[in-house]
């Protein structure tokens, strides 16, 4: 069915998609760009999260059909599934979805990190190289999460967002990775996947590399739930050296860089940017934060080119230094003082960029996960939570404002909370049937 590319946005508006597998950018304007190639983000990036890779497997011929329609509303060229090349029971099922539709193609990655970060993924699909702060759109192209792709279909037919597929390894009796309800909380997800194995456990929600290290008591306390980003709950011991890495304050790294920084710069000659040709150089912003030389603007600066993936904390530095929590320190220090980033630079790909990417056997073993490194099967389960705890706070933007108050009883679907008129954000959807218990400024909490 041919739909116009208002009609689209509007449903996809309404349906309150974000992009489901990364910072939760609100996919209604990422599609009123003028695009030429739309690449469907099933890298896989990080470590031990499965969801991408089972459900293109599961629903290859659906998400095509979907990929085909997008296409025909925003009036691009073409589209291309990425997917890494070892994943071939999905390989498999999209090259027989795609026969016939000459304008759909299949791109195989290397098994690499970060082969799911925008700018390197549209470098390896189009040979093409974003500037300096770019975004892929300055390139024609249009990159979406495989869930994301899912939701817009889901939207296309009117349904909003009310689940999201998780992952659950680690630490666990039973691998999964399970759709549920938005709100669902940490606990039952536990429970799901048999239990935490560890007397002392930490929780990183999203990936190894990139997720954030919930509280302690995140779990027991009930505050912590899953949100439509939620792509990954990691269960670690809680002597486990991530969870260390992850812990130090930015005193204990500042003062540890003090005493251990060489200037060696192996975080600079393996960080993913600086090989795609951008001028980030993070050995440069210890050295500059350490010797309070901060008039050296343009190594400061360079804070809004690091994309946080974590090469240079979690994998290149030989003595666990961290310029990626610099980076972070500095960004937020420079919001403070309303600077925009001035570095837009085309840059070219360095002529080591192939042979220093990241082989994800190699992440594996440095991050010490070895042991968890286990199929997390697809388990297909009808259960709906007493409570779910739904964030207004889960996307790009400022956070939705409640529509509705305590007491009030919702339905599975119905709108409780839009953006402010005019602003950057998106809608927010009750995912079970129940009655309001409790409306904040950050979250609505449902209970049946």
Request: aromatic share 4%.
């Amino acid at each position: 069915m041919h739909m116009d590319r208002e009609t689209l946005i509007a449903k996809v508006r309404a349906a309150g998609v974000i992009g489901a597998g990364g910072a939760g950018f609100p996919t209604h304007v990422k599609l009123a760009g003028k695009v030429d190639t739309v690449i469907v983000n099933g890298a896989e990036c990080e470590p031990l999260l499965a969801v991408d890779v089972q459900l293109l497997e599961r629903e290859a011929e659906t998400l095509v059909q979907i990929l085909a329609q997008v296409l025909d509303a925003i009036g691009a060229r073409v589209g291309i599934v990425a997917i890494k090349a070892k994943h071939q029971g999905a390989i498999q099922r999209l090259r027989e979805a795609l026969v016939g539709k000459d304008h759909l193609h299949l791109y195989l990655l290397d098994d690499f990190y970060p082969a799911g970060d925008e700018p390197i993924l549209v470098h390896e699909v189009t040979g093409k190289v974003l500037p300096e702060g770019g975004i892929p759109l300055a390139l024609g192209c249009l990159v979406i999460n495989v869930e994301t792709l899912w939701n817009i279909g889901q939207a296309w037919q009117d349904r909003p967002v009310t689940t999201t597929c998780v992952t659950v390894a680690g630490e666990v009796d039973n691998p999964l990775t399970v759709e549920v309800p938005v709100g669902t909380p940490i606990a039952v997800l536990l429970d799901l996947a048999g239990g935490a194995t560890a007397a002392g456990y930490r929780i990183i929600e999203g990936g190894p590399m990139t997720g954030r290290l919930l509280p302690k008591d995140i779990v027991h306390s009930g505050r912590g739930s899953v949100q439509k980003t939620t792509k990954g709950i990691i269960v670690l011991p809680d002597h486990h050296n991530l969870v260390a890495q992850l812990t130090l304050d930015l005193g204990a790294i500042l003062q540890r860089a003090q005493s251990a920084c060489c200037q060696c710069r192996i975080c600079t000659d393996l960080c993913p940017r600086y090989l795609l040709g951008h001028g980030i150089y993070p050995h440069r912003i210890l050295n500059r934060v350490n010797h309070g030389q901060t008039a050296d603007t343009d190594a400061i600066t360079q804070a809004f080119l690091c994309s946080d993936c974590g090469v240079c904390e979690l994998f290149a530095c030989p003595v666990e230094l961290s310029p990626r929590r610099m980076y972070q320190a500095v960004k937020a220090e420079l919001a403070k003082q309303g600077t925009k980033n001035p570095h837009h630079r085309q840059g070219t790909p360095k002529e080591t960029w192939v042979g220093r990417r990241i082989p994800i056997e190699q992440l594996i073993a440095r991050l010490g996960l070895e042991e968890y490194q286990k199929p997390a099967p697809w388990r297909v389960i009808d259960f709906s939570p007493r409570q779910v705890v739904i964030s207004l706070r889960q996307h790009i933007g400022v956070p939705a404002l409640p529509l509705l108050k305590a007491g009030d009883a919702v339905n599975v679907g119905q709108v409780i909370a839009t953006p402010p008129r005019g602003e950057l954000g998106a809608a927010v959807h009750a995912s079970i049937d129940g009655h309001i218990v409790g409306v904040s400024e950050e979250v609505v909490v449902i209970a049946r």
